[in-house]
């Protein structure tokens, strides 16, 4: 079988001064129609496909905008890891100091009055609101030493009043157990 450029090379004359035969522009579009329609239905589901798709896109990208605008803790604030590693250090402790009387308060059974549990750990994120704004002060002025003396002093603060809370429920329990074991000798 002859290579098709060969065909063509051989018949160029025949190419540039013939028209095609009458009828043939319909025949060639009526074919070219016939086998559209036949691929239509295997190719019919790719538009749906790429709609779907950009739909997907669109969901996804609004979700990434909705996080990063609205949901997303913001930038704005700034810890005291952030000024200094001798801050570091101090805010690590601090932190490790409120999450072991975190764990205390957390263990300690409040059989009689579940409430209470719930109402102290409300204060402690009335607590966290108040280092909160501090940490948005200290974005806006870095440099600020008043404003990073008020963050190590709310730590203080913080785990002086969780120590505290803790004593006092430690004292609870204990004088609660001595009464039960003193009804039971009684008995």
């Not at 295997?42 to 790429?50: A, F, G, H, Q, T």
């Not at 779907?52 to 990063?68: K, M, R």
């Not at 059989?111 to 750990?121: I, T, V, W």
């Amino acid at each position: 079988m002859k290579n098709i450029e060969d065909i063509i090379r051989d018949n160029k004359d025949r190419f540039e001064d013939m028209e095609p035969s009458k009828g043939h522009f319909e025949r060639f579009n009526r074919k070219l129609g016939n086998r559209f329609r036949v691929g239509l239905h295997k190719r019919s589901i790719v538009p749906y496909l790429l709609r779907a798709a950009v739909v997907t896109l669109l969901v996804t990208l609004s979700s990434l905008w909705t996080w990063d605008h609205f949901i997303r803790p913001s930038n704005n604030k700034m810890t005291l890891s952030q000024v200094s590693p001798q801050y570091k250090e101090v805010e690590n402790y601090y932190i490790h100091q409120v999450n072991m009387m975190e764990s205390e308060i957390v263990n300690v059974d409040l059989k009689n009055n579940p409430d209470q549990k719930a109402m102290l750990f409300n204060e402690m994120k009335s607590m966290d609101s108040i280092y909160v704004s501090l940490q948005k002060e200290l974005k806006a002025n870095p440099n600020d030493e008043r404003i990073i003396n008020a963050m190590i002093e709310h730590y203080q603060t913080k785990v002086e009043v969780m120590t505290y809370i803790v004593n006092q429920l430690k004292t609870v329990k204990n004088d609660n157990q001595k009464s039960t074991e003193n009804e039971k000798v009684k008995l």
